[in-house]
């Protein structure tokens, strides 16, 4: 339920800010909204922890809607051309068919034949088929296990309920011969 706030009754707090602490989702529309700082992301590299906002979001939907909203996830962070997002729907399909062991099926077959993929008619050519299984192959979303047979990155193929898409943005750093360039200055040249 929506809390109602009445603007003559408010509830000062002049020394300590209750929104610091705040740990009750907001009920929207569609469903959730948490917020929260943490400094939870290690940059690899230098070992720097970095503090960050999250602002995590929760929708409920229905079967169809999953599927099409993870695959569009997939599409987005991957960027995958439409030949890629094509034979990404096609193999998501056939992965939804194998028997699970460990919680997931580790591996697929892709049997192509006369333009039909494991017996069923897809309605593409040979080429786009093959243009877009090299494009899951180089985007690690397969791998070659031995003919017509791959294995499944599955982190990107799975049967479970739930799906997380992060998208984490940075503010630009700039440099001072960026500042000095957005200012007219010409760079020079090594």
Known sequence: MAKITNLRNLHFSPIINPLLELSTPIRVKSGLVATKMSNDLVDRSTGEQHTHALIHTLNIVD??????????????????????????????????????????????????????????????SDRTFQNGLKGLLNKDFLSPKVRDQYWVNPTLFFKGDRVAFVTEYRRKKITEQDRLESQGQQRLID
């Open 63 to 124: 079967d169809a809607h999953f599927v099409k909203v993870f695959a569009e996830g997939i599409k987005q962070a991957f960027q995958l051309s439409r030949t890629e997002m094509r034979i990404f729907c096609l193999v998501l399909e056939v992965y939804e068919q194998e028997k699970m062991t460990g919680g997931f099926a580790d591996s697929i077959t892709l049997f192509w034949f006369n333009d039909t993929l494991n017996g069923q008619s897809v309605d593409m």
